[in-house]
């Protein structure tokens, strides 16, 4: 069976886009089907290269990864609102047991990245998701002098525009990576009986 990976995001400018792409690349590699999805936010419409997300989604999806530019330490207001709709799912367990993880980006060093990557997993623990990092042992995270962290991926603007650093491509490809492989195992262990 292929994982249905939903990778679900808000980019104003693009630099979080990029990042759910390197992500999207990451599923793919591990032969997993990557499934963007967006919401508008701030008065402004979804992107019109993905998708929006439907609540429905989320029941569909074996691993789900979300993303958002930092917004003070938390994650864009539209994703809130979108997970204050979700109590029916919640109700009935629909994501529980399935991977998640997190990513983000930030105009500099120290606007928040870290915190922005923990305020997101609150949700998806509140939802019964187990939360993938990204180890010490990918070498992208050890290298970096720009984003990337254990608690998901990232980027940092460092005023040269939204392109990815290498390492944060690379961090961005292994957490697509690991989700993917987090769901196929979990997706075998459901079927021989075990979970």
């Not at 599923?27 to 290269?49: H, I, Y």
């Not at 949700?123 to 042992?137: A, D, E, N, S």
Request: with cysteine; aromatic share 6%.
């Amino acid at each position: 069976m292929t994982p249905k990976v939903l990778i679900l995001y808000y980019s104003r400018n693009g630099a979080t886009q990029q990042l759910a792409d390197a992500i999207a690349t990451g599923v793919q590699r591990a032969q997993g089907d990557a499934l963007l999805r967006t919401v508008s936010g701030g008065g402004e419409p979804a992107s019109n290269r993905d998708l929006s997300i439907e609540v429905d989604d989320l029941a569909q999806c074996d691993g789900l990864i979300m993303g958002s530019p930092v917004r003070f330490g938390h994650m864009a207001s539209s994703l809130q609102q979108f997970w204050e709709q979700t109590s029916a799912t919640w109700l009935k367990g629909q994501l529980q047991g399935k991977p998640a993880a997190v990513f983000t980006s930030g105009s500099s060093m120290h606007s928040g990245q870290e915190s922005t990557l923990l305020a997101m997993g609150v949700p998806l623990l509140h939802h019964g998701m187990m939360l993938c990092g990204i180890p010490y042992t990918e070498p992208a995270i050890q290298q970096t002098t720009t984003g990337g962290s254990p608690y998901g991926a990232s980027h940092v603007e460092h005023g040269q525009g939204i392109k990815l650093s290498t390492h944060e491509y690379q961090a961005a490809v292994a957490l697509g990576k690991r989700v993917t492989h987090a769901a196929r195992a979990l997706i075998t262990e459901r079927e021989q009986g075990n979970l």
